[in-house]
């Protein structure tokens, strides 16, 4: 655990039922020109509608920015940017999951020529704040609308990269669960563990410490307790409140602490593949914490203790393990999501180029309590081939 830590997150926060509704208030106090970026299914969806609303009636003039692709690489969010900076606004407004509020947050950093996507994947702390920027997540989640991070793929690496900088922090979020009600539950259910994994990850992390483990266990909480209502019950919107409650605090948490070796080993699936985030982090879950649980028992024991709701006392340590790592594994079946990688025809052979690719995000790996060698990372790779 850290000796000396930090907490960076948004300046304000909105939630709850109708949160929605202090979007005027943040309007009040900025934005001659707002720029909206979101995905073409958020508009379709109607998700768009209210935001709209509150700004026609502000008078304010808007943009909307929403052919944001899935899982950008750093050229397409280069492309995204670009019709940005015409639009002279100054509101970035992000609606969507985690690849829309990745590149908003981008956006709110490149407004300038001085610097491009690419430059920053060589040099993050080239980034500075130009627009303000708030966050609307329609997932939960990624977690974007807390983190200083956007991810971005890396074609010629088969690699997804994070852009870490605090500059990049939203400084309005909205979390508000009429955004999620609707969301189908494959995506529900892969953001959910996405969330999931970041709590975890982060609680168990080198880098943890006392802010970080206060965010990440009620994350925790949060999630396990409520992730299978959340996303098998359209009506549950209290489970989804909590739901989104729960990844932003995990996202707080990244920024405290950090995850550890399920994402690094999940990033050339969705670089190579163009697997979700959230499902290849499902997929690498139980075993990167079945790998880690010699060194992390006391910590999923005391994770035991803070989410179960009837504990047993006579559990030992191990057993209380045990049970949080089993738990993990019967959430992501009962949610349907693929463990396996033939589901996505990943062949045996990719995968010295799989090991390759994964060793390189050792910004994430020296979070791990237990060494990853490139063996260790093969054998986790075996075991979901």
């Not at 920015?65 to 606004?89: R, T």
């Not at 299978?228 to 739901?243: F, Q, R, S, V």
């Not at 490139?374 to 075991?383: N, S, V």
Request: negative net charge.
């Amino acid at each position: 655990m850290l000796n000396q830590y930090n907490l960076k997150m948004p300046t304000n926060v909105f939630a709850g039922p109708e949160a929605m509704h202090n979007l005027n208030v943040i309007l009040k106090d900025s934005a001659a020109k707002i720029a909206i970026f979101t995905g073409g299914h958020i508009y379709k969806l109607g998700l768009l509608d209210e935001v709209i609303r509150i700004i026609e009636n502000n008078g304010i003039e808007y943009d909307i920015i929403s052919d944001i692709p899935a899982e950008p690489s750093y050229i397409q969010a280069q492309e995204v940017i670009d019709q940005f900076k015409v639009l002279n606004a100054d509101l970035i407004i992000g609606v969507g999951g985690g690849s829309v509020m990745d590149i908003a947050k981008l956006a709110s950093v490149l407004s300038t020529d001085d610097y491009t996507v690419k430059d920053l994947l060589d040099d993050p702390l080239l980034a500075k704040k130009q627009v303000p920027s708030l966050m609307i997540p329609t997932t939960a989640g990624t977690g974007s609308e807390a983190t200083p991070n956007s991810i971005v793929g890396v074609p010629e690496k088969d690699l997804k990269v994070g852009i870490v900088n605090s500059e990049l922090i939203a400084d309005h979020v909205i979390l508000d669960s009429s955004m999620i009600k609707n969301l189908p539950k494959p995506i529900a259910a892969a953001t959910g563990i996405d969330a999931l994994a970041h709590a975890i990850e982060c609680f168990t992390s080198k880098k943890a410490n006392p802010i970080s483990d206060t965010f990440a266990l009620e994350a925790l909480d949060l999630i396990l307790n409520n992730i299978i209502e959340a996303c098998t019950d359209p009506n549950a919107l209290e489970a989804k409140h909590n739901m989104l409650l729960g990844s932003f605090y995990a996202g707080v948490a990244i920024t405290s602490s950090g995850t550890t070796a399920v994402h690094p080993l999940s990033y050339p699936l969705g670089g190579k593949y163009h697997i979700a985030h959230g499902v290849s982090n499902a997929i690498l879950l139980t075993p990167v914490m079945k790998f880690n649980e010699p060194v992390i028992k006391v910590l999923l024991a005391k994770a035991y203790d803070r989410v179960v709701k009837e504990p047993n006392n006579e559990l030992s340590v191990e057993e209380k393990s045990k049970y949080i790592i089993d738990l993990l594994e019967d959430i992501v079946k009962t949610l349907e999501i693929p463990t396996s990688l033939k589901t996505f025809n990943v062949p045996e052979e990719d995968l010295d180029g799989l090991v390759e690719a994964a060793m390189q995000v050792q910004r994430l790996l020296v979070n791990n309590m237990r060494e990853v060698t490139p063996e260790d990372a093969r054998k986790m790779y075996l075991e979901i081939m």
